[in-house]
């Protein structure tokens, strides 16, 4: 197997790579990322029987109160300021016509430069976007209907 030239940078070039060179590459790729997970998961348990044993030691020291009443909760932060979710969303709407609340999320992510493959932050901005069009609806600013049976279709109304 030939040797893979670099570019200026030292990076692999694919163009000159062959085909197996690219192969192994991708493969020793994919088993450090499954090896990585597996010793994360591998952690999470640790940390779980950790805690478990915690609990248990409070338990014997006589502590009595409710152990996840008193953790601290995550910081919820906002994702949008105060009526920017609302414009982008007619503003969309305006320039390309009716369209899905997903499709509206997947524009404000690329346009935020956020991940649209993070499938969890996905769904938190396309819930997000569905909450701002439906209040929208019930202000009479927007209408949704239903096509071709795949979900709401979200457009303005005309006044």
């Known amino acids: 197997m030939e040797t893979p030239k670099l570019t200026e940078h030292g990076t692999l070039n694919p163009s000159t790579m062959g085909a197996e060179t690219l192969i192994v590459g991708l493969l020793g790729k994919r088993s450090k990322m499954f090896n990585e997970g597996r010793r994360l998961r591998e952690r999470m348990a640790e940390l779980g029987n950790d805690v478990a044993a915690l609990d248990r030691v409070l338990a014997s020291l006589g502590y009595e109160g409710e152990l996840d009443a008193i953790m601290p909760q995550e910081r919820s932060g906002r994702m949008f300021s105060n009526g920017s979710l609302m414009r982008t969303c007619f503003d969309e709407i305006r320039a390309r016509g009716p ?11 690329e346009a935020r430069g956020d991940d649209i493959h993070d499938r969890k932050h996905l769904l938190a901005v396309t819930a997000n976007v569905s909450r701002c069009l439906r209040k929208e609806r019930a202000r009479g ?6 096509r071709e049976g795949n979900g709401l279709w979200w457009e303005m109304v005309q006044r």
């Open 141 to 146: 600013m927007l209408k949704s209907s239903l």
């Open 99 to 109: 369209l899905q609340a997903r499709d509206i999320a997947i524009k404000i992510m």
